[in-house]
């Protein structure tokens, strides 16, 4: 069975920083690559970040700079470093496996407040 689990938001000022975390169960987190989306309410789901199997990195343009993607093969886990939050950061963040098919977990919240 295939999980990934999410951990790590919560209620941060604007410009604090959260650290998430997902771990995956169930796949081949070796070779898949990975992936962290948001989504606010009203809004459509955005891609905020991915990471290859080996490492290369992708930024959506509103959080280049600010949020770092990184993971560790051996643990099957996966993180998204975000500093410098904004109130625009606010959503839920899930993590997702591309592929045939896609895995997704439930997401996590997180709130910046003005």
Do not use: H
């Not at 169930?26 to 070779?31: K, L, R, S, V």
């Not at 789901?45 to 959080?63: D, F, K, M, Q, W």
């Not at 099957?76 to 895995?103: A, F, H, I, R």
Request: glycine share 12%.
């Amino acid at each position: 069975q295939v999980q990934l689990v999410e951990s790590g938001g919560d209620l941060v000022q604007a410009g604090g920083s959260l650290r998430l975390s997902c771990v995956a169960s169930g796949i081949d987190f070796n070779d898949r690559v990975m992936a962290w989306y948001r989504q606010a309410p009203g809004n459509e789901r955005e891609l905020v970040a991915s990471i290859s199997r080996g490492g290369s990195t992708s930024y959506s343009p509103s959080v280049k700079g600010r949020f770092i993607i990184s993971r560790d093969n051996a643990l099957n886990t996966m993180w998204l470093q975000m500093n410098s939050l904004k109130p625009e950061d606010t959503g839920v963040y899930l993590c997702q496996s591309p592929g045939w098919p896609d895995y997704w977990g439930q997401g996590t919240q997180v709130t910046v407040s003005s």
